[in-house]
Nanobody, 124 residues
Framework: QVQLVESGGGLVQAGGSLRLSCAAS????????MGWFRQAPGKEREFVAA????????YYADSVKGRFTISRDNAKNTVFLQMNSLKSEDTAVYYC?????????????????WGQGTQVTVSS
């Protein structure tokens, strides 16, 4: 059974940094794409960043490009999202997701597995 467990969320001031982690288990993920999404209250879930596990290639939403960095640790089966220069509009629940098709989709419905989410709150 695939399990994705996020951690690292919290409360931070605007301009600060946080690093989210997503520990993946239950499958060999070498052919997967791992994505980070976020959902703010009253808004739809939106794409943040993705990484292809096999070659480390990445893709970012325009809103986070240059501020967020997605990476992975193959030995620990963990994906990270380093978030710098945080803004109040980054406040949301952040979700980790896995896509078996190895395509860096941006649509949430195309991802196969999801974590439970971790809250990130940025105070201005």
């Amino acid at each position: 059974q695939v399990q994705l467990v996020e951690s690292g969320g919290g409360l931070v001031q605007a301009g600060g940094s946080l690093r989210l982690s997503c520990a993946a288990s239950g499958r060999t993920f070498s052919s997967y794409v791992m994505g980070w999404f976020r959902q703010a209250p009253g808004k739809e879930r939106e794409f943040v960043a993705a990484i292809r596990w096999s070659d480390g290639s990445t893709y970012y939403a325009d809103s986070v490009k240059g501020r967020f960095t997605i990476s992975r640790d193959n030995a620990k089966n963990t994906v990270f999202l380093q978030m710098n220069s945080l803004k109040s509009e980054d406040t949301a629940v952040y979700y980790c997701a896995a896509d078996r098709a190895s395509v860096m989709y941006t649509a949430p419905k195309l991802y196969d597995y999801w974590g439970q989410g971790t809250q990130v709150t940025v105070s201005s």
